[in-house]
């Protein structure tokens, strides 16, 4: 839970500047937030969370 929510809180600030940049439509947002959360009612979920979770091992390995 400690590696995902710093994940979590990146995600949040790239969704926040591509809003702010008018990059990223309120309509597109919701259809992403959506596809997240099917995707983790679906059989792929442990697949994303291992690979996520495999992903932040690496990231967390190359810090100091």
């Given at each position: ?6 994940f ?26 959506a ?9 792929l ?7 996520s ?12």
């Amino acid at each position: 839970m400690l590696l995902h929510m710093p994940f979590v809180i990146a995600l949040a600030a790239v969704l926040v500047f591509l809003r702010r940049t008018s990059a990223l439509k309120t309509s597109h947002a919701f259809a992403c937030g959506a596809l997240g959360f099917y995707l983790a009612d679906s059989s792929l979920a442990g697949s994303i969370h291992s690979a996520s979770a495999n992903l932040l091992g690496m990231v967390g390995s190359f810090g100091p």
